[in-house]
């Protein structure tokens, strides 16, 4: 009797979980801390304006000396900020060094992501000496300084845009390899990787159809944060003078330069500062957050 | 069955998987000789750890790279053993389909459904987008989904133990295989749930007019689902037979020993095969003569000494690796069996 009436529940059981749950349970957003709307909010205004920073009616050209210098912020668009001492817009600076900050930040990302999942990826599938490698280069790149690479590397090559992308990137690959090789290591004894061989799919389909998918979510939650290690070793090197040559404006060169006459214009360094700080904060909040969407995710798996 | 060549789908010669280890060599699997008719299903029967799934890996050329498969698996004339990875890729999944134990992980749980039943059709027949989703959709009402429309965009995480194994086996169809290999394919599932996938499984055999090899360590499970009937035990094939026979006058003593645990053989019964008193020998300490002897009631002293080699009834088609077999009923009997059957 207890077997019969056990029997019909697991019927209903199976009838009702497999009736489709509200529509958008997956795909819905958790909900989000104040702190998270602001991270995610500035974050997305920062990307806009770095974008649209050409077309901002009334906004001046980042070296157009539009007022007096060294004015403190005032009610006006290009003096929200106030003017730096050769009497240039800082807000203007600002948004024009986060063009020029994001985008090679972002191509710098791009190149790691390519290159560091590939390598993390057939490391994780085929092991051996390619796993060897990967792991070589990643544990060194980890244990030099971020700079001195950078420096050693603009040393050999020049100074220009391009060669911070590409050093930029250099600095990531390994971090992404590791989490793709992982990734990659956890699946390859899935029960799906094996269907997918049974089903007559070969290395390359596996890894790109079957193992890749499961990989995006982690990797999406380590870029935020990396992209803002990058942001900070850009400052850095840009305010010691090997960023982006002047008179570009970006924001570590901006905070160099008002160092001299910090002691009498302490407003000059707020700007720069204030878009560093809040972006890596914002950054790193969103990681956390999507970190934590993926574990809430897992767990209903 | 025993007709030409024509008739047969898969014949396995002297098949052997060997393991290599740091002390050497270590046999999983010896010597297994079958054949497999086309239309035909066959059971393949034994205690958790006899080799039953290292058998059908080394069919789908699936085993891992420390294993060496020795020995022919011929399917439909071309031998798996000796046949270039991409030959084999083309016919896995075109020419054999296969079903898992378990299908809360055999499904990709980050792919659409519709994808992962796609994904065969488009890959071995080259069909289009749209061509291979009206194909997925037919299948997965064809393997009773109540809404395919909808669970072809769904992700398998919506579904129950049941409703996943249906996709599964929609997956394994999805380029009409001559071969259906379901290893455990009900073992993982809810008791309630077993019969119908079972009786999916034989019913879709017949329709589509395959092949079919139902892995079980419940002799229940293959009892009325199939034609032709191999029992491992240790590694080797200690029985082989119509499956009527086998189950009318079995002649391995472990044989008679597994039926004898089954209460009744008409109904899954779900009784574990461990009410045999002892446990199978490992691979690394089997015994060189015939595996079953440290468990036998019949064991004799040259049963510990030498393996024992097939011995086949009459007309051939009934084999048994035993020196004391279980007595043949009376001649009558099993003709008057035979008759029935066929
Ligand atoms: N990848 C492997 N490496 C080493 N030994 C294995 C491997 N897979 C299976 N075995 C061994 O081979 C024997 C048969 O296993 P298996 O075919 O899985 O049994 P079952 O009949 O339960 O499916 C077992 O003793 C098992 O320990
Ligand atoms: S060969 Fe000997 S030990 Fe093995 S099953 Fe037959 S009687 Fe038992
Ligand atoms: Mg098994």
Same mark, same amino acid.
């Given at each position: 009797?207890?077997?019969?009436?056990?029997?019909?529940?697991?019927?209903?059981?199976?009838?009702?979980?497999?009736?489709?749950?509200?529509?958008?349970?997956?795909?819905? @957003?958790?909900?989000?801390?104040?702190?998270? @709307?602001?991270?995610?909010?500035?974050?997305?205004?920062?990307?806009?304006?770095?974008?649209?920073?050409?077309?901002?009616?009334?906004?001046?050209?980042?070296?157009?000396?539009?007022?007096?210098?060294?004015?403190?912020?005032? @009610?006006?668009?290009?003096?929200?900020?106030?003017?730096?001492?050769?009497?240039?817009?800082?807000?203007?600076?600002?948004?024009?060094?986060?063009?020029?900050?994001?985008?090679?930040?972002?191509?710098?990302?791009?190149?790691?992501?390519?290159?560091?999942?590939?390598? &993390?990826?057939?490391?994780?599938?085929?092991?051996?000496?390619?796993?060897?490698?990967?792991?070589?280069?990643?544990?060194?790149?980890?244990?030099?300084?971020?700079?001195?690479?950078?420096?050693?590397?603009?040393?050999?090559?020049?100074?220009?845009?391009?060669?911070?992308?590409?050093?930029?990137?250099?600095?990531?690959? &390994?971090?992404?390899?590791?989490?793709?090789?992982g990734g990659v290591i956890a699946q390859n004894d899935r029960d799906y990787v094996l269907a997918a061989r049974a089903m007559g799919a070969s290395d390359a389909r596996i890894l790109a159809r079957e193992i890749l998918p499961n990989l995006v979510p982690a990797l999406t939650a380590i870029v935020p944060p990396l992209v803002a290690g990058l942001i900070i070793t850009e400052g850095s090197l840009s305010f010691l003078g090997y960023g982006i040559p002047p008179p570009a404006p970006s924001w570590g060169g901006m905070i160099a330069s008002s160092t001299d006459l910090l002691s009498r214009f302490p407003l000059l360094v707020v700007g720069p500062i204030l878009a560093i700080v809040l972006t890596v904060y914002s950054l790193n909040t969103i990681g956390d957050s999507l970190a934590r969407r993926l574990n809430d995710r897992n767990r209903n798996l | 069955m025993t007709g030409g060549d024509q008739d047969i789908l898969l014949d396995c010669e002297a098949v052997s998987c060997t393991l290599a280890t740091s002390r050497g060599p270590l046999a999983l699997l010896k010597d297994v000789t079958f054949r497999l008719g086309r239309r035909t299903a066959l059971g393949i029967v034994g205690e958790s750890g006899a080799g039953k799934s290292m058998l059908i890996k080394g069919i789908m050329g699936l085993t891992p790279s420390d294993i060496t498969v020795a020995g022919r698996i011929g399917l439909d004339g071309e031998d798996m053993v000796a046949m270039p990875e991409a030959r084999k890729r083309a016919l896995l999944g075109r020419k054999v389909g296969m079903v898992f134990q378990n299908p809360m992980t055999s499904l990709n749980p980050f792919v659409r459904v519709g994808r992962q039943i796609d994904e065969a059709s488009r890959l071995h027949l080259r069909l289009g987008k749209a061509e291979a989703r009206a194909r997925a959709i037919a299948l997965l009402s064809q393997v009773g989904?109540?809404?395919?429309?909808?669970?072809?965009?769904?992700?398998?995480?919506?579904?129950?133990?049941?409703?996943?194994?249906?996709?599964?086996?929609?997956?394994?169809?999805?380029?009409?295989?001559?071969?259906?290999?379901?290893?455990?394919?009900?073992?993982?599932?809810?008791?309630?749930?077993?019969?119908?996938?079972?009786?999916?499984?034989?019913?879709?055999?017949?329709?589509?007019?395959?092949?079919?090899?139902?892995?079980?360590?419940?002799?229940?499970?293959?009892?009325?689902?199939?034609?032709?009937?191999?029992?491992?035990?240790?590694?080797?094939?200690?029985?082989?037979?119509?499956?009527?026979?086998?189950?009318?006058?079995?002649?391995?003593?472990?044989?008679?020993?597994?039926?004898?645990?089954?209460?009744?053989?008409?109904?899954?019964?779900?009784?574990?095969?461990?009410?045999?008193?002892?446990?199978?020998?490992?691979?690394?300490?089997?015994?060189?003569?015939?595996p079953f002897a440290a468990r036998c009631p019949a064991a004799e002293e040259r049963c510990r000494q030498e393996m024992p080699g097939m011995t086949l009834d009459a007309d051939g088609r009934h084999g048994f690796a035993c020196f004391v077999p279980v007595p043949a009923p009376g001649p009558g009997a099993t003709a008057a069996r035979a008759e029935a059957t066929s």
């Open positions: 009797m207890t077997a019969r009436s056990q029997d019909i529940k697991a019927q209903d059981l199976e009838a009702a979980s497999a009736l489709p749950a509200p529509a958008t349970a997956r795909l819905r @957003w958790p909900r989000l801390k104040g702190f998270e @709307w602001f991270a995610f909010g500035f974050v997305a205004l920062l990307i806009a304006a770095a974008v649209l920073v050409d077309v901002i009616p009334g906004l001046a050209r980042p070296n157009f000396p539009y007022g007096d210098f060294s004015q403190p912020p005032e @009610w006006s668009l290009n003096g929200l900020l106030g003017t730096d001492p050769l009497g240039r817009s800082i807000l203007s600076r600002v948004l024009h060094g986060a063009r020029t900050t994001l985008g090679i930040v972002a191509v710098a990302t791009a190149i790691a992501l390519a290159i560091g999942m590939t390598a &993390g990826m057939l490391a994780g599938f085929y092991r051996g000496p390619v796993e060897r490698a990967v792991d070589l280069y990643a544990n060194t790149m980890a244990s030099l300084p971020p700079i001195l690479v950078i420096l050693a590397l603009i040393a050999v090559v020049g100074n220009s845009v391009l060669t911070m992308m590409l050093a930029l990137g250099i600095l990531d690959i &390994g971090v992404y390899a590791r989490i793709a090789k | 989904i109540p809404d395919p429309q909808e669970c072809y965009a769904e992700y398998p995480h919506r579904f129950s133990g049941g409703m996943k194994q249906r996709i599964m086996i929609a997956t394994a169809l999805a380029c009409e295989p001559e071969l259906l290999i379901a290893d455990e394919a009900t073992t993982a599932l809810d008791v309630t749930v077993q019969k119908d996938i079972l009786d999916l499984l034989q019913a879709l055999q017949g329709q589509r007019r395959m092949s079919m090899i139902l892995v079980t360590h419940n002799l229940a499970v293959v009892a009325s689902r199939t034609d032709e009937l191999l029992v491992l035990y240790g590694g080797r094939v200690v029985e082989y037979g119509p499956t009527e026979r086998v189950f009318a006058a079995p002649r391995h003593r472990y044989t008679e020993a597994l039926l004898s645990a089954v209460p009744r053989m008409d109904e899954p019964a779900h009784t574990r095969l461990r009410t045999i008193p002892g446990r199978p020998p490992d691979p690394q300490d089997r015994p060189a003569g015939c």
